[in-house]
């Protein structure tokens, strides 16, 4: 596929929910984060244990389990595209995850298409309210997110320093905790950073919130004052450790065990034969 070249330098300074997303007091800490570093084109690192909703959060605040798919789709396009051009032009965010093992030229060219085909999409949706706006034209993005940063070798890490250097954007770094340790080994790129923002497991009356839409989800009401209920919050927290993938995964099993067994009480002895279909290591 050819490879448009993407002028970063022109870049200027200046939700839809994803499916089965939950928004989390962890979540509006990120979108905070995430404000932040695109107003004051600066770099953050944003980091936590897998599965506790880091990429999701991501993709959420970018509007990109939309804008992703419509960036990469070649088909004719439709009038009704301008719903995605307005997303565009909203979050102005572009997310990329680096594959594993991609050398330096890979990471330029999917990147350099991502940006190229993202700025026609932001300029269509600014010229949905400003005629004036050429449609046709690459418009800046005005932040990017890097998940998983650390495939990222230290060639591609002084590559994103030096392109953050050039373009007047913010620049977001995810990945693992210890992340933001390894960083500190790069100092032109540590130096440079403005915001660390860590992603914490669900506790307390948040994962309780949560607990409260999974039973909804499957058709039951959570009620924290009876002992059978309790007792299986008790038995996910244990399981799951406020891990969101976690719940996820173990919500799913559940609702097949009720529906098999044509149960309509979630009880601890469900939640451990849950548990026990999965491979999560010791709890």
């Known amino acids: 596929m050819p490879v448009i070249p993407f002028d970063w330098?022109?870049?200027?300074?200046?939700?839809?929910?994803l499916p089965g997303f939950i928004a989390t007091r962890e979540h509006r800490r990120f979108v905070e984060f995430a404000a932040d570093v695109r107003r004051q084109r600066t770099i953050g690192?944003?980091?936590?244990?897998?599965g506790v909703g880091k990429t999701w959060?991501?993709?959420?605040?970018?509007h990109w389990h939309r804008i992703e798919p419509f960036l990469l789709e070649l088909a004719p396009r439709e009038p009704s595209d301008a719903r995605i051009h307005a997303l565009a032009a909203r979050s102005r965010t572009l997310?990329?995850?680096?594959?594993?093992?991609?050398?330096?030229?890979?990471?330029k060219d999917d990147l350099n298409y991502l940006a190229v085909q993202m700025g026609f999409c932001i300029s269509a949706g600014l010229a949905l309210k400003d005629p004036s706006i050429d449609p046709m034209r690459i418009a800046p993005i005005e932040l990017l997110i890097v998940d998983e940063a650390e495939r990222l070798n230290l060639t591609a890490?002084?590559?994103?320093?030096?392109?953050?250097?050039?373009?007047p954007m913010g620049l977001i770094l995810t990945g693992m905790p210890g992340i933001e340790k390894s960083m500190a080994r790069y100092a032109q790129l540590y130096s440079r950073v403005g915001f660390a923002h860590e992603y914490r497991p669900?506790?307390?009356?948040?994962?309780?919130?949560?607990l409260n839409r999974?039973?909804?989800?499957?058709?039951?009401?959570?009620?924290?004052?009876?002992?059978?209920d309790d007792r299986a919050i008790a038995a996910v927290a244990r399981?799951?450790?406020g891990n969101f993938r976690l719940l996820q995964r173990l919500f799913n099993q559940i609702g097949r065990i009720l529906a098999v067994n044509k149960m309509t009480t979630i009880t601890e002895n469900v939640v451990d034969a849950a548990r026990s279909t999965l491979v999560i290591g010791p709890t």
């Not at 330098?9 to 929910?17: C, E, H, Q, S």
């Not at 890490?157 to 373009?167: F, H, S």
């Open 95 to 107: 997310i990329y995850t680096p594959a594993v093992g991609a050398g330096l030229k890979q990471m």
């Open 202 to 210: 669900l506790q307390g009356e948040e994962l309780t919130f949560v």
């Open 214 to 228: 999974h039973w909804k989800t499957l058709g039951l009401v959570l009620d924290a004052d009876d002992f059978t």
């Open 45 to 50: 690192l944003s980091f936590g244990p897998a």
């Open 157 to 167: 890490l002084e590559w994103l320093r030096d392109l953050y250097d050039r373009a």
């Open 239 to 241: 399981i799951t450790g």
């Open 9 to 17: 330098t022109t870049m200027y300074r200046g939700p839809d929910l």
């Open 57 to 62: 959060s991501a993709r959420r605040y970018a």
